[in-house]
Structures are given as structure tokens and as C-alpha cells.
């Protein structure tokens, strides 16, 4: 863990000591733009220099457009360097969530690459391109596990394992901060949004979660432990009410777990205007109380309200807040510019002409292009993908030839540096006829039947339907994930031509693929696929690479079967294929299972997993069991396959999940080529929380399961049993 080295804490002690009240509390006021202003907040309405000069601002969000953004960082940081009475430099923030200028695929799609080690790279990128323009901290990573697609922010996140989130939060933290934050590279990464702001009721943003004691913690926990664990610079409390308690004012969990029990000493940024929500979310009366219960409950920074500003010197008067508890909130904020080493150098992040060489630079480019091939998730093929060159291409549909592939949170970037798909397929020498037939929710006039005829002439039909951007992301929550109603219309008058389809599909989130999945002869999940989407999409239709991405989220068959996701705790009746019991847990007029399960994504050649073997069938605390399998490639190509290792505690103190994620491979192999492929199974991996808060493995009977996804059909399984002693 990062160690506040002695002189830093000297430093600190020395200047916050001469500080004046309303100088700790500009310390902990973010402005937004062009001064603090607030949706539904008071805000001081004085112009951002004014503030700065008078020490009531201490970061700052969304300054500037980012080609302006070198320049007005440089002019504000003077102000505060040179005009402020005590010179405290200010810490510029964005959100730089999957790339800033050139863009990767959407977290989502990033957590299906299963590639964490290019997940780490792209956000090392990212952090270089922001950066190197006077960018300190992004909010990011977002690590909230989502069970239910309906929810836009689905998008952001790293689906719904809370193993395979915490390693890609972890990267992610890992590629932004660098090694060392005080080296030029790195911005501090703040990860959001503690906690358990992914299971919103009903999926619509911001809306309460009811979420019990050992679901929070063995769920939802992990992945914010995991990047305490990795020296996260900052955190950032969710919107919503958990228990009656919005997270804001919920010293619980902010203080008590993630301060005391977990350790964590970074600064804590409220979300934007989160703490004047608090009258909305009806637990404070006025501004002041708000403040008060804020940063009562651990908040250091408010982001662009001003309720601190305003109120906390009252409070400390009448004696309601402690100074102490301010003094301890400005001793981390300052720690942090020091961590970032800005306060022996303000302008340490001004590189305005490596930003220049940086942004959509070639090797910029290449790790997007590649991660977004890793990204891509392969849900059908009946063997029409990869489309020969030589063939004549149809590429039908709204996102055809749409630069609408970077997804939400990509407002940095240039719409017309992204490669369409129509583009780079031209580009790789493919005969392609291109016709949107509609737009993306309304018909173009004549379109389909245009489209119908050109199809008529193609030997294959690529169909480019989607969701646009701007329908996931933050403020974004569906009640209906079918496609639009013309974009299926568009399909079904293709399918009249009894060609075959391959339905490529751009979006943010598990949609209604049920119907397309019966009539399209291929689907490739593409997600948003950033600045090089279309090079990635070519390169796998053509087949010079293939298709290696599993899902990070299951795909429902069904609206009403929403939330389904994998790692479920098992019920006292289970369902049972072929059981034609009635009194089990099922749907009478539906399967329980997905359509497309989580871990799983097709190749362009055939796996198959044998011989589960366990080195030993007891398991002691200092121990290892090695569990392994055969993996041979069945097919004709040479292709990657993920081997995925699932365990279940079979009989606990508390009902434990039928499956979860505890490691996973990537192996190539050549076609007829078998590897044995062994995972190690340690105490660590049985470990999880108790009901008294206590985090430790218990004896008994454990199940193995080792395969090509997560669903029981594609996993092989074995039992060993655990003793303590
Ligand atoms: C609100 C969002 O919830 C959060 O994720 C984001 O970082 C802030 N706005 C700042 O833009």
C-alpha cells in the first residue's frame, strides 16, 4: 500500500497550518466549468478566477473542450499558483472513461476481451493523451456490477462477476496511475460508484438498491477492495439510497468499511451535485445539513455544488462539525497533489506537444484496433463467418457506414477520425455495397425496398443494427431492450431474400437478440467498438483475425427473465432439466437460463474440453489442488479459446453462489492441437464473508467446474473437500 512518505506529511501539516477555514474549504470545492454552480445547488455564481484568486476552488471539472483544455489549465493554474494568497495548485479532472481522444471499446466490451493486460495498456494510453493535456484525475474506473441490462450504465461497467470486475478494475487503476503517480504517465484514477449503485430498482438510473449485508460484500465489495488494494488515488460514493441511507451521507459504509476495515486513505469525491441531493433524497433539511452529514460521513470533495463552501464554517461554529474532521479531509487532498507532484511542479502535466504526437498516433490506434478485436463477442455462426474476399457484400443497416461506434463518454473525441466498418472494409479491397435501409428508430422513405435490391445482387448480407451512443451511458435506462421496431422491419424483408445474414450489432448493453438469434445465420456483438471499431469488424468478418471475446454479462431471452445473471445463489427447489415437478423455481411459460450465458463467445474454429482431473481430493489450508483439463481444437482453424474455473461451496454458514469465477486462460492452438490446461485451487479462493463481517473459508465438500463458459452444458466438474487443519 502507498505509504504518505514522512516529509509529504510534514509538508502538509506545515501548510495547513497556515490555512484560513475558507481556504480548507475552497480546498475541498470541485468547480464545474466556468465557476461553482450547481444543478439545484446555491453555487457562488462568481466567475471561476474570481474564486480561484480567493482560494474557494480547489479542483475542477469539464474546464474546457479538450483542444482548448492545455491552454485554459495553464491560465487557471497560474491564477492559483500566482494570484491565490497560499499558491495550493489546482487538481484538474475529467471523465476519461474508455480512452480520451482516441476511444477504446466501452468497459463492457473490455471485461469480454478477458484481456486485462490490454485493458491495462489502453488505459496507460488514455491516461497519456489526457494527461499530457493538464488532465490529473479521471473518474474512472467505474466497477459496479450489473445485473440488469436495462440500466444504461451497464455500458460503463465490467458486466456481472465481481472476480472478473475486480481484475479489470485493477488494470484499469493500474494503466491510468502507472507505477508511481509522481513520474510523468500516470493521472490518479478514482473508482466509482461505491457502492452498489448497479442494482438501481427497476434498472432506471439513480433509483434506490436494496442489497443485504453479505450480498454487498461478497458481490459488490470486491471490486473496490481490490483496487484499495492497488492504491486508488480516490473514490467516488454512488447517487443512490442503500438501506435508507443515500451513500453520500452513509458514514457506515464510507467511513466504517472502506476507511477502517479496508484501509483505504485516498481522497473521497461526492459525486456530481450528490450532496445538495441529499434534501431531494430527503435526509437533510437544508444545505447545511447536507454538508454536515456529507462530511460527516467521509466526503473530502464536493463536486460542484456548494454546500460545503457555504455552510461548513457555521456548522464548525455552532460546533455540529468538528474543524477536525475538514483538517483531516484537506490533509488528504493536499497528500494527493503531492502524490501527483504538483506541488513542486503545477504545470507537471502540460505537455502540449507530446499531446499533439500523442492523439490518434499509430501505436495509439493499433491498441484500440486490437483490443477492440478482443472485445467483439461471436454469440452465432452456422459457418457463413469469415465472408471471403472475393464475395459480394451487402452492408445494410443504420451503423453500416455510421461513425456512431465509440459509445458513451466519448465526448473528447473527433467523430471523424473513426473508422466506419464501410470504410475499412473498402479498404481491404472488399466489393461492398452500402445502404442504411433506415435510420436508427425511423424509416427512410423508400429505404428498405432500396436496400432489399441492392441485397438482391450481394452473395452475403453483413446487417449493421444497433443502439446509437447516446442510449447508454449514464442517464440512459431502457424498459425495452428490443431493437427498434424499424430496424427489425429492415431485417425481416431481407430475410425474405434467403441470403445469408450475419447481424453485426453495435450497443451498450445486453439486448432482445431471442427473435435474430432464430432467423440471422450469424451475430457478432460488437458493443461500441472506439476509434479503429470498423478496422477491428473487418479484420473479423474477413477472418484475418478471429473472433475471441466472452461475455461479461448474460443476454436475457426475455424482458421478464430480468435480472438473470450466472453466479445466482441456488433456491430450495432448483429447477432440474427434465423434472416436470411444477413446485420448482421456474417460469411457467419461459427457461430460466439466457439466451447467451456469461463466459460464453463462439471462434471461427471448435473446442472441446475432457478429462477433468484433480491432483488430490482434500484440500488443507496450506495446501494446493492442481484441477485440470484437455483442451484440444476440434476444428479447422487455429483459434483461442478461453478455459474458464468455476468453483461452489456446496454447504456453508451462508448459502453460497451455484458457480463463480475464479480463473481463467486464454490457449491457441493449432487445428487438431490438444493442450492440457490446469488451473491451482488455493484456501484464498473459498474465502468470503460471513454474516458477522468476517471474510474466511469454511470446511466442507467443493465443486470444480472447468469449461468453455458458464453455463453447465459447457463445463466439465469434480469435488474435493476442504479441511481446515
Ligand atoms: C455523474 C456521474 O455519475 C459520474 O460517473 C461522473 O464521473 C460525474 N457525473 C462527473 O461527470
Given at each position: 500500500?502507498?505509504?504518505?512518505?514522512?516529509?509529504?506529511?510534514?509538508?502538509?501539516?506545515?501548510?495547513?497550518?497556515?490555512?484560513?477555514?475558507?481556504?480548507?474549504?475552497?480546498?475541498?470545492?470541485m468547480?464545474?466549468?466556468?465557476?461553482?454552480?450547481a444543478?439545484?445547488?446555491?453555487?457562488?455564481?462568481?466567475?471561476?478566477?474570481?474564486?480561484?484568486?480567493?482560494?474557494?476552488?480547489?479542483?475542477?471539472i469539464?474546464?474546457?473542450?479538450?483542444?482548448?483544455?492545455?491552454?485554459?489549465?495553464?491560465?487557471?493554474?497560474?491564477?492559483?499558483?500566482?494570484?491565490?494568497?497560499?499558491?495550493?495548485?489546482?487538481?484538474?479532472c475529467?471523465?476519461?472513461?474508455?480512452?480520451?481522444?482516441?476511444?477504446?471499446?466501452?468497459?463492457?466490451?473490455?471485461?469480454?476481451?478477458?484481456?486485462?493486460?490490454?485493458?491495462?495498456?489502453v488505459?496507460?494510453?488514455?491516461?497519456?493523451?489526457?494527461g499530457s493535456?493538464?488532465?490529473?484525475?479521471?473518474?474512472a474506473?467505474?466497477?459496479?456490477?450489473?445485473?440488469?441490462?436495462r440500466?444504461?450504465?451497464?455500458?460503463?461497467?465490467?458486466?456481472?462477476?465481481?472476480?472478473?470486475?475486480?481484475?479489470?478494475?485493477?488494470?484499469?487503476?493500474?494503466?491510468?496511475?502507472?507505477?508511481?503517480l509522481?513520474?510523468?504517465?500516470?493521472?490518479?484514477?478514482?473508482?466509482?460508484?461505491?457502492?452498489?449503485?448497479?442494482?438501481?430498482?427497476?434498472?432506471?438510473?439513480?433509483?434506490t438498491?436494496?442489497?443485504?449485508?453479505?450480498?454487498?460484500?461478497?458481490?459488490?465489495?470486491?471490486?473496490?477492495?481490490?483496487?484499495?488494494a492497488?492504491?486508488?488515488?480516490?473514490?467516488?460514493?454512488?447517487?443512490?439510497?442503500?438501506d435508507?441511507?443515500?451513500?453520500?451521507?452513509?458514514?457506515?459504509?464510507?467511513?466504517g468499511l472502506?476507511?477502517?476495515?479496508?484501509?483505504?486513505?485516498?481522497?473521497?469525491?461526492?459525486?456530481?451535485?450528490?450532496?445538495t441531493?441529499?434534501?431531494?433524497h430527503?435526509?437533510?433539511?437544508?444545505?447545511?445539513?447536507?454538508?454536515?452529514?456529507?462530511?460527516?460521513?467521509?466526503?473530502?470533495?464536493?463536486?460542484?455544488?456548494?454546500?460545503?463552501?457555504?455552510?461548513?464554517?457555521?456548522?464548525?461554529?455552532?460546533?455540529?462539525?468538528k474543524?477536525?474532521?475538514?483538517?483531516?479531509?484537506?490533509?488528504?487532498?493536499?497528500?494527493?497533489?503531492?502524490?501527483l507532484?504538483?506541488?513542486?511542479?503545477?504545470?507537471?502535466?502540460?505537455?502540449?506537444?507530446?499531446?499533439?504526437?500523442?492523439?490518434?498516433?499509430?501505436?495509439?490506434?493499433?491498441?484500440?484496433?486490437?483490443?477492440?478485436?478482443?472485445?467483439c463477442?461471436?454469440?452465432?455462426?452456422?459457418?457463413?463467418?469469415?465472408?471471403?474476399?472475393?464475395?459480394?457484400?451487402?452492408?445494410?443497416?443504420?451503423?453500416?457506414d455510421?461513425?456512431?461506434?465509440?459509445g458513451?463518454?466519448?465526448?473528447?473525441?473527433?467523430?471523424?477520425?473513426?473508422?466506419?466498418?464501410?470504410?475499412?472494409?473498402t479498404?481491404?479491397?472488399?466489393?461492398?455495397?452500402?445502404?442504411?435501409?433506415?435510420?436508427?428508430?425511423?424509416?427512410?422513405?423508400g429505404?428498405?425496398?432500396?436496400?432489399?435490391?441492392?441485397?438482391a445482387?450481394?452473395?452475403?448480407i453483413?446487417?449493421?443494427?444497433?443502439?446509437?451512443?447516446?442510449?447508454?451511458?449514464?442517464?440512459?435506462?431502457?424498459?425495452?431492450?428490443?431493437?427498434p421496431?424499424?430496424?427489425?422491419?429492415?431485417?425481416?424483408?431481407?430475410?425474405?431474400?434467403?441470403?445469408?445474414?450475419?447481424?453485426?450489432?453495435?450497443?451498450?448493453?445486453?439486448?432482445?437478440?431471442?427473435?435474430?438469434?432464430?432467423?440471422?445465420?450469424?451475430?457478432?456483438?460488437?458493443?461500441?467498438?472506439?476509434?479503429?471499431?470498423?478496422?477491428?469488424?473487418?479484420?473479423?468478418?474477413?477472418?484475418?483475425?478471429?473472433?475471441?471475446?466472452?461475455?461479461?454479462?448474460?443476454f436475457?431471452r426475455?424482458?421478464?427473465?430480468?435480472?438473470?445473471?450466472?453466479?445466482?445463489?441456488?433456491?430450495?427447489r432448483?429447477?432440474?432439466?427434465?423434472?416436470?415437478?411444477?413446485?420448482?423455481?421456474?417460469?411457467?411459460?419461459?427457461?430460466?437460463a439466457?439466451?447467451?450465458?456469461?463466459?460464453?463467445?463462439?471462434?471461427?474454429?471448435?473446442?472441446?474440453?475432457?478429462?477433468l482431473?484433480?491432483?488430490?481430493?482434500?484440500?488443507?489450508?496450506?495446501?494446493?489442488?492442481?484441477?485440470?483439463?484437455?483442451?484440444?481444437?476440434?476444428?479447422?482453424?487455429?483459434?483461442?479459446?478461453?478455459?474458464?474455473?468455476y468453483?461452489r461451496?456446496?454447504?456453508?454458514?451462508v448459502?453460497?453462489?451455484?458457480?463463480?469465477?475464479?480463473g481463467?486462460?486464454?490457449?491457441?492452438?493449432?487445428?487438431?492441437?490438444r493442450?492440457?490446461v490446469?488451473?491451482?485451487?488455493?484456501?484464498?479462493?473459498?474465502?468470503?464473508?460471513?454474516?458477522?463481517?468476517?471474510?474466511?473459508?469454511?470446511?466442507?465438500?467443493?465443486?470444480?467446474?472447468?469449461?468453455?463458459?458458464?453455463?453447465?452444458?459447457?463445463?466439465?466438474?469434480?469435488?474435493?473437500?476442504?479441511?481446515?487443519?
Amino acid at each position: 500500500m502507498y505509504q504518505i512518505p514522512a516529509e509529504i506529511v510534514a509538508a502538509v501539516d506545515s501548510l495547513l497550518a497556515e490555512m484560513t477555514l475558507e481556504e480548507k474549504l475552497g480546498q475541498m470545492s470541485m468547480s464545474v466549468g466556468a465557476e461553482i454552480t450547481a444543478i439545484g445547488g446555491s453555487g457562488t455564481g462568481a466567475p471561476i478566477e474570481q474564486s480561484i484568486r480567493e482560494g474557494r476552488v480547489g479542483a475542477t471539472i469539464q474546464v474546457a473542450p479538450p483542444l482548448e483544455m492545455a491552454r485554459r489549465i495553464r491560465e487557471l493554474q497560474r491564477i492559483a499558483v500566482e494570484e491565490s494568497r497560499l499558491g495550493i495548485p489546482l487538481l484538474f479532472c475529467q471523465d476519461v472513461i474508455h480512452g480520451f481522444e482516441t476511444v477504446f471499446p466501452i468497459p463492457l466490451a473490455q471485461a469480454c476481451s478477458f484481456d486485462p493486460r490490454r485493458v491495462r495498456e489502453v488505459s496507460a494510453v488514455a491516461a497519456a493523451e489526457a494527461g499530457s493535456c493538464g488532465i490529473m484525475l479521471t473518474f474512472a474506473p467505474m466497477a459496479d456490477l450489473v445485473r440488469d441490462p436495462r440500466w444504461g450504465r451497464a455500458a460503463e461497467s465490467f458486466g456481472e462477476d465481481p472476480y472478473l470486475a475486480s481484475i479489470f478494475a485493477r488494470a484499469t487503476t493500474e494503466g491510468f496511475q502507472g507505477e508511481d503517480l509522481r513520474r510523468n504517465g500516470g493521472i490518479a484514477a478514482c473508482i466509482k460508484h461505491y457502492i452498489g449503485y448497479g442494482a438501481a430498482e427497476g434498472g432506471r438510473d439513480y433509483n434506490t438498491a436494496e442489497i443485504g449485508e453479505t450480498t454487498l460484500r461478497n458481490y459488490y465489495l470486491p471490486p473496490f477492495a481490490a483496487c484499495v488494494a492497488a492504491d486508488i488515488a480516490s473514490v467516488m460514493p454512488s447517487f443512490n439510497v442503500i438501506d435508507g441511507i443515500p451513500m453520500t451521507a452513509n458514514k457506515r459504509l464510507l467511513s466504517g468499511l472502506l476507511r477502517e476495515e479496508l484501509g483505504f486513505e485516498g481522497v473521497m469525491i461526492s459525486d456530481y451535485t450528490a450532496v445538495t441531493e441529499l434534501i431531494a433524497h430527503g435526509v437533510a433539511a437544508d444545505e447545511a445539513e447536507a454538508a454536515e452529514k456529507a462530511v460527516s460521513a467521509g466526503v473530502d470533495i464536493e463536486m460542484t455544488s456548494a454546500c460545503f463552501l457555504g455552510n461548513l464554517r457555521a456548522s464548525i461554529e455552532k460546533g455540529v462539525v468538528k474543524e477536525s474532521v475538514v483538517d483531516d479531509a484537506v490533509r488528504r487532498i493536499l497528500s494527493l497533489k503531492h502524490r501527483l507532484g504538483i506541488m513542486k511542479d503545477p504545470y507537471k502535466f502540460l505537455r502540449e506537444d507530446a499531446f499533439a504526437a500523442k492523439v490518434y498516433s499509430a501505436p495509439h490506434l493499433k491498441s484500440s484496433r486490437e483490443l477492440a478485436i478482443r472485445s467483439c463477442v461471436l454469440l452465432k455462426n452456422d459457418g457463413i463467418l469469415p465472408i471471403d474476399e472475393g464475395q459480394r457484400v451487402a452492408l445494410i443497416g443504420p451503423f453500416g457506414d455510421s461513425a456512431d461506434l465509440c459509445g458513451c463518454w466519448s465526448f473528447s473525441t473527433r467523430r471523424e477520425e473513426t473508422c466506419t466498418i464501410a470504410r475499412a472494409l473498402t479498404q481491404r479491397g472488399v466489393t461492398v455495397d452500402v445502404c442504411a435501409g433506415c435510420d436508427i428508430d425511423v424509416p427512410i422513405p423508400g429505404g428498405i425496398e432500396k436496400a432489399v435490391n441492392l441485397a438482391a445482387q450481394s452473395d452475403v448480407i453483413l446487417l449493421a443494427l444497433g443502439e446509437p451512443s447516446v442510449d447508454s451511458g449514464e442517464a440512459s435506462s431502457r424498459m425495452d431492450l428490443e431493437l427498434p421496431a424499424v430496424q427489425r422491419d429492415l431485417a425481416n424483408a431481407l430475410i425474405a431474400l434467403g441470403k445469408p445474414i450475419a447481424l453485426i450489432l453495435t450497443n451498450g448493453r445486453p439486448l432482445l437478440l431471442d427473435w435474430f438469434d432464430r432467423h440471422m445465420n450469424a451475430i457478432l456483438e460488437i458493443w461500441a467498438p472506439g476509434s479503429e471499431g470498423g478496422a477491428a469488424v473487418a479484420e473479423l468478418l474477413l477472418g484475418k483475425e478471429s473472433p475471441t471475446g466472452k461475455l461479461a454479462m448474460s443476454f436475457p431471452r426475455h424482458m421478464g427473465q430480468i435480472p438473470v445473471y450466472y453466479n445466482a445463489l441456488p433456491t430450495g427447489r432448483p429447477w432440474r432439466e427434465g423434472d416436470s415437478n411444477r413446485f420448482l423455481s421456474q417460469y411457467i411459460d419461459g427457461p430460466n437460463a439466457p439466451l447467451y450465458p456469461f463466459g460464453f463467445g463462439l471462434t471461427y474454429t471448435s473446442f472441446a474440453c475432457g478429462g477433468l482431473t484433480l491432483s488430490r481430493d482434500v484440500l488443507h489450508a496450506n495446501t494446493e489442488i492442481t484441477a485440470g483439463i484437455t483442451l484440444s481444437n476440434t476444428g479447422a482453424r487455429a483459434g483461442e479459446e478461453t478455459v474458464q474455473l468455476y468453483i461452489r461451496d456446496e454447504s456453508a454458514s451462508v448459502s453460497r453462489p451455484v458457480k463463480e469465477l475464479k480463473g481463467f486462460q486464454k490457449i491457441t492452438l493449432s487445428p487438431g492441437e490438444r493442450a492440457e490446461v490446469s488451473f491451482r485451487i488455493t484456501e484464498e479462493m473459498l474465502r468470503f464473508y460471513r454474516t458477522d463481517g468476517v471474510y474466511t473459508s469454511e470446511p466442507g465438500i467443493f465443486e470444480v467446474m472447468i469449461g468453455t463458459s458458464s453455463a453447465d452444458a459447457d463445463l466439465l466438474r469434480g469435488r474435493f473437500l476442504f479441511k481446515e487443519d
